[in-house]
């Protein structure tokens, strides 16, 4: 039906009206006209009524029409707010940007790694302060497609990354383009740790391996040498061969206690510490040093006791190496809150200041020569450091220059980690 019509008819039905009422017709078209324009009135509403339910159903359709976009745009919002997300959390720096290299979006990382709190808007190039990375990006761009190379970053501080670029597709006809940043430092700085490593070790074998070489050839090269000399040569040679042993043996610990998960078994420590004070017991002696040892009793700890008595062991034997005659040294074990503390203070010749922070280093001696005298290999601290943060511990040291010092070490108590295990989460 066409609702044209309907002012149509209403101007016909007031037309016949005014007809009827200005010209004096005969009665019987007076009414035949009444007539015409009641139907034409009553044809106008109900062609209304048909216009008004056809109104009904449409807004019914519009207003359902409505709530779909709605829900749609809510579940647009929704999906753009995961992906975000999902940027935002990822665990390496990324960046969305258009081809003419202008940020639109940095997860948070990214703004963590370049000390921004927040940069969309900025150019790449203000953000990253990286030309490189900068041109990477203009390549990707002119491409339309993948692009990687290694950039390094100098600021806030020295980064070594692998900076992959892609190409995301269209929004508001622009091209978006994706970053993603792989920090290579660690790797690096462990690569470089063990190329040092790998030095220092061939380095302390090489020194003994070459006295013995030239011991055993002035040996070999001079048979009237007097029985003496001999005799003291081949000491020297024994000696020598005795310090290979203790490093490869010191390496071997080193080595073992860095890749293995040590077997652990709950035990009392004072006894252990007790037993590492009796095996040093006669070095002391030689050395002119006295041990006063003050063990509380009752401590139990979860932990290797092999690894255990292997860190008290060199702590002391440091604490006898380095002292002086008539010197002394104090083991003390006691509780501090959830934690056992092992102190081995001596009276010694004390550690230089700047040379504090280096002596857990492996290879790290202040003076070589006393070191070697003792029977060093300079890992003795380096093991202990590596046993107890692998239990969960931690060791310090203080030390005065020519007046002694103390290494102090602490490991969870047993009892501390049991309660812990079993409170109620
Ligand atoms: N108790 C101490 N007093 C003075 N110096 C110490 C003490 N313990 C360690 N050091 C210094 O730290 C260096 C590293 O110790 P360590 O790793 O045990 O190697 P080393 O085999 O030389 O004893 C030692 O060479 C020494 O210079
Ligand atoms: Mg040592």
């Keep these: 039906m066409n609702f044209r019509w309907l002012p149509a008819l209403l101007w016909l039905s007031a037309g016949l009206l005014l007809l009827t009422a200005l010209v004096d017709f005969s009665p019987a078209w007076r009414e035949a006209l009444i007539a015409a324009a009641v139907g034409c009135i009553l044809l106008a509403l109900y062609f209304t009524r048909r216009l008004y339910a056809r109104f009904a159903t449409l807004r019914e359709q519009l207003a359902s029409r409505t709530t779909e976009i709605e829900s749609l745009q809510l579940e647009l919002t929704r999906q753009q707010r995961r992906r975000l997300a999902l940027i935002d959390g990822m665990p390496i720096p990324l960046l969305i940007c258009d081809s003419d290299a202008?940020?639109?979006?940095?997860?948070?990382?990214?703004?963590?790694?370049?000390?921004?709190?927040?940069m969309t808007g900025k150019s790449l190039l203000a953000l990253t302060f990286s030309y490189d990375l900068y041109l990477l990006m203009l390549k990707a761009a002119r491409r339309e497609s993948a692009v990687s190379s290694e950039i390094t970053f100098?600021?806030?501080?020295?980064?070594?990354?692998?900076?992959?670029?892609?190409?995301?597709?269209?929004?508001?006809?622009?091209?978006?383009?994706?970053?993603?940043?792989?920090?290579k430092s660690e790797l690096l700085r462990l690569e470089q740790v063990r190329r040092d490593f790998v030095a220092n070790v061939s380095h302390e074998f090489r020194t003994p391996l070459a006295s013995i070489r030239s011991l055993a050839e002035t040996i070999h090269d001079d048979p009237q040498m007097p029985a003496e000399t001999r005799q003291r040569f081949l000491n020297l040679i024994i000696q020598e061969a005795d310090r290979l042993t203790r490093i490869a043996d010191d390496l071997l610990t080193l080595t073992r206690a860095e890749s293995m998960q040590p077997v652990r078994e709950v035990f009392e420590l004072a006894p252990v510490i007790q037993q590492a004070v009796q095996e040093v017991e006669s070095e002391a002696h030689r050395a002119q040093v006295a041990i006063t040892a003050e063990l509380t009793p009752n401590l139990r700890l979860l932990a290797n006791r092999d690894q255990i008595l292997q860190v008290a062991l060199n702590l002391l034997s440091n604490a006898i190496r380095y002292n002086k005659p008539q010197g002394s040294i104090t083991v003390r074990v006691y509780p501090e809150g959830h934690l056992a503390v092992l102190e081995v203070a001596d009276t010694g010749i004390g550690i230089p200041s700047e040379a504090l922070p280096r002596i857990f280093e492996r290879f790290y001696r202040v003076d070589k020569t006393r070191s070697r005298a003792g029977g060093g290999t300079g890992l003795g601290l380096a093991i202990v450091k590596h046993i107890v943060e692998s239990h969960g511990g931690q060791v310090e040291v203080?030390?005065?220059?020519?007046?002694?010092?103390?290494?102090?070490?602490?490991?969870?108590?047993?009892?501390?980690?049991?309660?812990?295990d079993t409170e109620p989460s």
């Design 102 to 118: 202008m940020l639109r979006h940095a997860n948070r990382l990214a703004l963590e790694w370049f000390g921004f709190r927040h």
């Design 154 to 183: 100098s600021f806030p501080k020295e980064r070594h990354t692998e900076a992959h670029i892609w190409y995301l597709g269209e929004a508001d006809s622009q091209k978006l383009f994706a970053i993603a940043l792989i920090d």
């Design 398 to 420: 203080e030390s005065e220059y020519r007046v002694g010092s103390v290494f102090r070490v602490r490991l969870p108590l047993y009892e501390a980690a049991e309660s812990a």
